[in-house]
């Protein structure tokens, strides 16, 4: 096995180390730049600063790719209680919500899964149902526990005409998330997220009413189907085997509501800080091309992953590895974990690595699909996430993600450090590596897979099922 000097190790550390480069640019995007939400002006603004950044730290063609796809635009929402009692609560309309108003009987659908819709069957027509936006804690990964889109695909099966969110972390704090339909369209019903504080005042008064309660919901907001936005690449050319690709980035868009800082912009900022130190290193350090990808327009739908992966169809049979960041970053660091997507045989690689370079990375193999990792994992591509639980792993869900609370001063320098030596010690190791295992999967196995997980559901609906050579 062919692997890396520890020189270069030491290089990368010491360059991380003594530099607060990485929580500057941090601010900048999120302080000054802002939210980035996706097809917004300050989306373009950061992927113009971004694509100067990766420029500055040397990488070579550099690029603005573009993305097109539709985009939303928030309106006002309501949320009332009309019967038995009168009474208003805070909300905001969930991304894609499309414009419109419905009164109905509410229903608590508890935790919005799979199995509670179908336990209360038809009692859900017709009615607007409220559920927990996340019931996982931020530490735990799991494929029996539904995102919310797929929580509101049960509901609208079950013929819900609206639907609530309720965020499961107290601080009346409005959740959101994006909830486009497939092919990026406004979605089938009118959706609004609310605080924990607002949900539990509706839930115990529904409670205590002798008859049905009734509520309405309302919400404004545009949708523009011709837009663009950017993906940022750029690349390190690899010295041996420059023909072959190892990719690394995260999404640099945001939710509108806050300055996202955690939910990616520390992700984006540790592909940055990797980009910087690997692109220092002397040439014949770096074995296949290091690609860095920035994504746009993963909160409303990976569409910048989507696109990419279509864009560059062509790379798949030379493309060796993809490293997803969203999620890396967050915290006071130490706690980097590594999530590989439905490939045990990359385990025991990726133990030795963390054995052999003296950093501790819990490794655990899910294959999930709600990330920017997903549209390389069902082309065959060896896919992983990166990230590294922060202050509010004790929190449910995202914690301060897609919640006004995902700001600046939730991130540390030395946590995004840590996440960023990690990063680029994984490049280096898996770009030099001539027997890395990672290997393009067949469209047998992955379809196989696929379907034994129950996501290929989601990419039938998205029209994506295609892409593994499924049929219907």
């Not at 941090?26 to 100067?52: F, M, N, P, T």
């Not at 919500?97 to 209360?120: K, Q």
């Not at 819900?160 to 601080?171: D, E, K, R, S």
């Not at 449910?396 to 919640?403: A, C, F, K, L």
């Amino acid at each position: 096995m062919s692997l890396p000097d520890a020189q270069y190790h030491r290089q990368i550390i010491g360059d991380i180390w003594t530099t607060d480069e990485p929580l500057r640019n941090l601010e900048e995007l999120c302080d000054v730049i802002g939210s980035r939400w996706a097809g917004s002006d300050s989306e373009h603004q950061a992927g113009e600063y971004l694509k100067d950044k990766l420029e500055s730290y040397g990488l070579q063609n550099v690029r603005l790719e573009p993305v097109p796809f539709g985009a939303w635009t928030r309106g006002h929402a309501t949320l009332e209680l009309t019967d038995p009692v009168a009474q208003a609560f805070s909300c905001i309309a969930l991304p894609y919500s499309p414009a419109g108003e419905v009164e109905a009987e509410l229903l608590d659908v508890g935790n919005g899964e799979r199995e509670d819709i179908e336990r209360l069957g038809d009692a859900v027509r017709g009615k607007v149902v409220i559920a927990a936006a996340e019931t996982n804690t931020a530490n735990t990964k799991s494929t029996k526990l539904a995102h919310r889109t797929d929580k509101l695909r049960f509901a609208v099966d079950a013929g819900a005409t609206g639907m609530i969110f309720v965020n499961q972390n107290p601080g009346l704090l409005h959740i959101t998330g994006g909830i486009a339909a497939p092919g990026g369209g406004p979605a089938p019903i009118v959706t609004v997220g609310t605080s924990w504080e607002h949900g539990q005042t509706i839930l115990r008064l529904a409670k205590r009413a002798e008859g049905p309660v009734r509520v309405k919901l309302s919400t404004g907001g545009t949708f523009a189907p011709d837009n663009v936005s950017y993906n940022v690449v750029g690349e390190i050319p690899g010295s041996r085997h420059p023909e072959e690709l190892v990719l690394a980035g995260g999404h640099y868009d945001g939710h509108d509501i806050s300055q996202a800082a955690l939910d990616d912009g520390a992700g984006t900022i540790v592909s940055l800080e990797a980009a910087r130190v690997l692109a220092a290193l002397p040439p014949e350090a770096i074995g296949r091309t290091i690609r860095i990808v920035l994504f746009c327009g993963e909160e409303v739908g990976l569409f910048g992953s989507w696109a990419y992966t279509a864009d560059h169809a062509d790379e798949v049979e030379r493309t060796r590895f993809m490293l997803n960041l969203d999620g890396a970053g967050r915290g006071k660091g130490g706690s980097e974990a590594v999530n590989i997507s439905g490939r045990p045989e990359l385990v025991p690689w990726f133990e030795e690595l963390a054995e052999r370079t003296h950093y501790a990375l819990r490794i655990t193999d899910i294959l999930t699909p709600h990330s920017d990792h997903f549209p390389y994992a069902i082309r065959g591509i060896p896919t992983a996430t990166l990230n590294s639980p922060d202050d509010s792993a004790t929190l449910v869900g995202r914690g301060w993600g897609h919640t006004e609370a995902d700001t600046v001063d939730k991130a540390t320098l030395r946590g995004l450090q840590m996440s960023a030596m990690a990063t680029a010690r994984v490049l280096l190791e898996i770009a030099g590596d001539v027997e890395f295992p990672g290997e393009i999967k067949s469209r047998e196995d992955l379809q196989e897979q696929l379907t034994e997980l129950e996501l290929d559901i989601a990419l039938k609906r998205g029209n994506r099922w295609e892409l593994v050579g499924g049929t219907a």
